[in-house]
């Protein structure tokens, strides 16, 4: 058997949804701030993550070369031919020198 509550009941009805709906969409409104913080710290972490795996690799190369320079005689003697220009008594040192840049033809 159905029992019809009139108007007031189905109003009753509306009105608890809409206090739901209501206070879904304030907790909504609460936190949406919140995700979107939350969202640029995962960002900045990811960069920094990134950043971290770059500089790791660039501290290995660099470890590798001081452990050259240090243990390698034959690194030292390049190093100094081609950024000092040192050269052994009787050599003759030729540099080639790549054409200036910015007088290239466009193409």
Known sequence: ?????????????VVILLL??????????????????????????????????????RSRQMDTAIRALQTDQRTVERLARERLGYAKPGEIMIRFEG?????LPRR
């Not at 029992?3 to 009941?9: E, L, P």
């Not at 969202?39 to 900045?44: I, N, V």
């Not at 054409?99 to 007088?103: A, D, F």
């Open 20 to 57: 739901l709906l209501a206070a879904v969409l304030g907790v909504i409104i609460l936190y949406l701030p919140l995700i979107k913080h939350n969202e640029a710290l995962r960002k900045e972490i990811y960069a920094l993550n990134t950043q971290i795996k770059h500089e790791a690799e």
């Open 99 to 103: 054409p200036p840049l910015n007088n």
């Open 1 to 13: 058997m159905r029992v019809d509550s009139g108007i007031w009941g189905k109003l009753t009805r």
